[in-house]
């Protein structure tokens, strides 16, 4: 492993300090921790999300599907309808 050094701020310095206590490993392994997971999560790329796009284009059937988010979101508009909300436990 190749050694490095890293300013922080105090509150973070802290943190990582209890983390690394309440898991039962050095700071520095959370500090490896969250390098790797962020090199992970880089690598979840725009290709992947296209990639993912071309594997599932074409699996609603329902016909368009703009057209059926538009009728789905009529109902957010709508007031509740005062006689299921009471029987639900809502507000009387």
Same mark, same amino acid.
């Given at each position: $492993?190749?050694?490095?050094?890293? /300013?922080?701020?105090?509150?973070?310095? +802290?943190? %990582?300090?209890?983390? =690394?206590?309440?898991?039962?490993?050095?700071?520095?392994?959370?500090?490896?921790?969250?390098?790797?997971? $962020?090199?992970?999560?880089?690598? /979840?790329?725009?290709?992947?999300?296209? +990639?993912? %796009?071309?594997?599932? =284009?074409?699996?609603?059937?329902?016909?368009?599907?703009?057209?059926?988010?538009?009728?789905?979101?009529?109902?957010?508009?709508?007031?509740?309808?005062?006689?299921?909300?009471?029987?639900?436990?809502?507000?009387?």
């Amino acid at each position: $492993m190749i050694r490095t050094v890293v /300013s922080l701020e105090k509150e973070d310095k +802290a943190w %990582l300090d209890r983390r =690394a206590a309440q898991e039962h490993v050095t700071m520095t392994e959370i500090v490896r921790r969250a390098v790797r997971r $962020m090199r992970e999560d880089c690598a /979840s790329s725009p290709e992947a999300f296209d +990639a993912l %796009l071309r594997e599932t =284009a074409g699996l609603w059937e329902r016909g368009d599907g703009l057209s059926y988010q538009a009728k789905l979101r009529t109902q957010w508009d709508r007031p509740a309808d005062n006689k299921a909300v009471k029987g639900r436990g809502g507000r009387r």
